[in-house]
């Protein structure tokens, strides 16, 4: 006796359509949004505010003096750490050299 393999060949199923999904109402930009984001002045960085504070002295400053001008004049306040100096002086001292 001969055992003989049968294969099932299956109909190929349809294939789904598919249909681009509803875009969710915050992906669109509301038409006002842009002229208030203008309106708004940009924050500076600790680093940016620092690099401000420094071009505008004439005497060179210290990290702690740098905070203090930058505080004073406004152009950045520490959001709450306990020692920004240091956190500045970091970050100074991390930037990649140039050549």
């Given at each position: ?36 984001a ?41 959001p709450?750490g ?18």
């Amino acid at each position: 006796m001969s055992a003989k393999k049968t294969t099932k060949t299956k109909a190929p199923a349809a294939k789904a359509q598919k249909t681009p999904a509803p875009q969710s109402p915050k992906a669109e930009k509301a038409p006002g949004k842009a002229a208030k984001a203008s309106a708004k002045p940009e924050r500076l960085s600790a680093l940016d505010a620092a690099a401000k504070v420094l071009g505008e002295s004439s005497e060179p400053l210290n990290c702690k003096e740098m905070i203090d001008a930058m505080a004073v004049k406004g152009y950045w306040r520490s959001p709450g750490g306990a020692t920004p100096w240091a956190t500045l002086y970091t970050a100074v001292t991390m930037l990649p050299k140039t050549a």
